[in-house]
């Protein structure tokens, strides 16, 4: 899938390059990440679950819940562009909203089972989206992106994140 440069921010191309090279629609890349997301952590020994691989890098837990957060702010700018809502969506600092969990504390089981309950609601979000949805564009943390750069971005930020954990975390 191809979407035209006028539809996000080039900042957003370091995420997107996981999944724009498909052909797959928005819903198969987000199923798709999912559950290699979750075959990859489900059975993950305890010790590596507070893993960190640095000084002052998050822990294993602590990425989890960063993919969780960003989803969730992710799915409300959606939401509001798909809704031709023009308000332009605030930024957040990823860094202080993991410095104010506690993730580390915890079940893993249970972060994984909140992205997955939390990706399942965002697939039926963007099951109910339009054409005309979709190609809607909105201005969040001072950039432009479509509805639809954002459905695959959900896909390409959580496939980012997983080649981080299989580079650095195991």
Same mark, same amino acid.
């Given at each position: 899938?191809?979407?035209?440069?006028?539809?996000?921010?080039?900042?957003?191309?370091?995420?997107?390059?996981?999944?724009?090279?498909? @052909? #797959?629609?928005?819903? !198969?890349?987000?199923?798709?990440?999912?559950?290699?997301?979750?075959? $990859? %952590? =489900?059975?993950?020994?305890?010790?590596?679950?507070?893993?960190?691989?640095?000084?002052?890098?998050?822990?294993?837990?602590?990425?989890?819940?960063?993919?969780?957060?960003?989803?969730?702010?992710?799915?409300?700018?959606?939401?509001?562009?798909?809704?031709?809502?023009?308000?332009?969506?605030?930024?957040?600092?990823?860094?202080?909203?993991?410095? @104010? #969990?506690?993730?580390? !504390?915890?079940?893993?089981?249970?972060?994984?089972?909140?992205?997955? $309950? %939390? =990706?399942?609601?965002?697939?039926?979000?963007?099951?109910?989206?339009?054409?005309?949805?979709?190609?809607?564009?909105?201005?969040?943390?001072?950039?432009?992106?479509?509805?639809?750069?954002?459905?695959?971005?959900?896909?390409?930020?959580?496939?980012?994140?997983?080649?981080?954990?299989?580079?650095?975390?195991?």
């Amino acid at each position: 899938m191809m979407i035209p440069k006028n539809e996000y921010d080039s900042y957003f191309d370091q995420y997107l390059q996981f999944v724009l090279n498909k @052909n #797959t629609s928005i819903i !198969d890349n987000l199923e798709s990440s999912q559950k290699q997301f979750q075959l $990859l %952590l =489900r059975n993950l020994p305890e010790e590596k679950q507070h893993f960190s691989y640095g000084e002052g890098k998050w822990t294993l837990k602590e990425l989890i819940q960063h993919i969780i957060d960003t989803e969730r702010i992710f799915s409300y700018r959606a939401l509001c562009f798909a809704r031709n809502d023009k308000t332009v969506q605030p930024g957040f600092d990823q860094d202080t909203f993991v410095n @104010n #969990t506690k993730s580390n !504390d915890r079940d893993f089981n249970d972060l994984l089972n909140e992205l997955a $309950l %939390l =990706r399942k609601g965002t697939i039926m979000l963007f099951k109910s989206f339009t054409d005309e949805d979709l190609l809607r564009v909105g201005v969040a943390s001072e950039k432009k992106i479509s509805v639809r750069a954002l459905g695959y971005l959900f896909s390409g930020h959580q496939m980012h994140h997983l080649n981080v954990i299989q580079e650095r975390y195991l």
